[in-house]
């Protein structure tokens, strides 16, 4: 750009651009910048979801922070982008600010049963297990069938009901994982543990 500028100057100075002429081609690229001024928005708001779907947690939560400040989201895409934001604190470990961000993901939209799980797996890892729990339930309530995340969540449950001492409970959840999928190794080698065949 600045190349440019300096080009039609050297034009502009120098003689092969005078006149008439030489405004009407001022005039076009002036309309031309101040149509890419327009532009950088929308190329800045693509720019920022990819990076909010980056596999490196901080700039995950740099791209996701950019799109909630922008304000131009829809509610359930705000709603995925909050989850991003908070499985990226997850992974970081900043429990309090992922479950800030799930229960914001889950006011958005509250029939999403992965914000549940996600939170779920936040609330274990802290050690709220109770309240994990209750967001497994949830989850697992309002999940498909069909749905992918099943039999992590049913595992997960039993994690947390294996951690809270709950044995019984976290045997029919693991087995219920191992329903849902047979090949899943962790509830397999849970149960291995607590001297249960699957």
Known sequence: ML???????????????RGDGAREMMRRILIGLALMLCAPPAWAQTTNENLCMSAD??????GCTAVIQSGQETKANLAVTYNNRGMA???????????TDFNRAILLAPGDFVSYADRGIAYK???????????YTKAIAIMP???SGLAPTYYNRGLAYE????RDLA??????ALKI?????????????LGVAP
């Open 163 to 166: 951690l809270k001492g709950q």
């Open 3 to 17: 190349a440019l500028c300096r080009c039609l100057e050297g034009q502009l100075k120098y003689g092969s651009l």
């Open 89 to 99: 604190y997850l992974r970081k470990g900043l429990f309090d600010q992922a479950i």
């Open 57 to 62: 947690p901080d700039i995950k939560i740099v």
């Open 181 to 193: 999928d047979p090949n899943f190794r962790g509830p397999t080698d849970h149960l291995k543990s």
């Open 171 to 176: 045997v029919a959840d693991y087995r219920a």
């Open 145 to 147: 069938a069909t749905a």
């Open 125 to 135: 890892n802290k050690g709220l297990y109770d309240n994990a729990i209750a967001d």
